[in-house]
C-alpha cells in the first residue's frame, strides 16, 4: 500500500489549493481514504472521510463550508479542495486509509498559509 500527497505549498490567507493522494498497492475504490492534518506543536486530527462511492463526511468543524473532499476511482486519486484558507490552516497534509486492519499513511504535504 502506497499514499502519496501533492500539491501542498504557501498560500495567502483566502486563497486556494488542491492536494491530491496517489493510491496504490490495494483495491482502491473498495476503501475509503481520509486526510489528516496536523498543526505545529499540534496533534494530528481528521480534516474529512471520503467514502468509497465519492461523497466526503466528518468534516473538522474548522473546514465546514470550505473545503471538499472527493476522489476518482479511475484514477486511484484522492483530492482536497480547500477554499478560504486561513493561517490556521497551515501544517501538514497527511492521507490515511486502513486496510486489512493495518493503516497507512503518506509522507504528507505542507500546507502553508501566510501573508
Known amino acids: 500500500v502506497q499514499l502519496v500527497e501533492s500539491g501542498g505549498g504557501l498560500v495567502q490567507p483566502g486563497g486556494s489549493l488542491r492536494l491530491s493522494c496517489a493510491a496504490s498497492?490495494?483495491?482502491?475504490?473498495?476503501?475509503?481514504i481520509s486526510w489528516y492534518r496536523q498543526a505545529p506543536g499540534k496533534e494530528r486530527e481528521l480534516v474529512t472521510a471520503?467514502?468509497?462511492?465519492?461523497?466526503?463526511?466528518n468534516y473538522v468543524n474548522s473546514v465546514k463550508g470550505r473545503f471538499i473532499g472527493s476522489r476518482d476511482n479511475a484514477k486511484n486519486m484522492v483530492y482536497l479542495q480547500m477554499n478560504s484558507l486561513k493561517l490556521e490552516d497551515t501544517g501538514v497534509y497527511y492521507c490515511?486509509?486502513?486496510?486489512?486492519?493495518?493503516?497507512?499513511w503518506g509522507q504528507g504535504t505542507q500546507v502553508t498559509v501566510s501573508s
Open positions: 471520503v467514502n468509497s462511492l465519492g461523497g466526503s463526511s
Open positions: 498497492g490495494f483495491t482502491f475504490s473498495s476503501y475509503a
Open positions: 490515511h486509509v486502513w486496510v486489512n486492519r493495518n493503516d497507512y
